[in-house]
């Protein structure tokens, strides 16, 4: 049973925050990368953010450079995607899925990633 979580998915008008948890269960995290995802409806999956296994090292896509943080706490097992300044096209199912890496790598593409979450809604909306 390994399995990862996501929540903290929500409504929320533009221009609020939401923070997305990713926690792990029958396993540890600390040498995972980790990838955010997500898919809104009727779109491919994208990227959103990557965080290395120690959390020095962290890549996001252009479009929410600046509204979102991604972080880490392997003590924990949970990774949070911190997302400010929401707009309606932040609006998808988010994901988060773990690689296994014993160096630094940050990002994998989608479909190497070992484990996935089910995904957490966030609707962004007036």
């Known amino acids: 049973q390994l399995q990862l979580v996501e929540s903290g998915g929500g409504w929320v008008q533009p221009g609020g925050s939401l923070r997305l948890a990713c926690v792990a269960s029958?396993?540890?995290?600390?040498?995972?990368?980790i990838g955010w995802f997500r898919q809104a409806p009727g779109k491919e999956r994208e990227g959103v953010s990557c965080i290395s296994s120690n959390g020095s090292s962290t890549l996001y896509v252009d479009s929410v450079k600046g509204r979102f943080t991604t972080s880490r706490d392997n003590a924990k097992n949970i990774i949070y995607l911190q997302m400010n300044s929401l707009k309606p096209e932040d609006t998808a199912v988010y994901y988060c899925a773990a690689h296994l890496t014993p160096w630094d790598y940050v990002c994998y593409a989608s479909f190497e990633y070992q484990y996935w979450g089910r995904g957490t809604q966030v609707t962004v909306s007036s």
């Open positions: 029958g396993f540890t995290l600390d040498y995972y990368a």
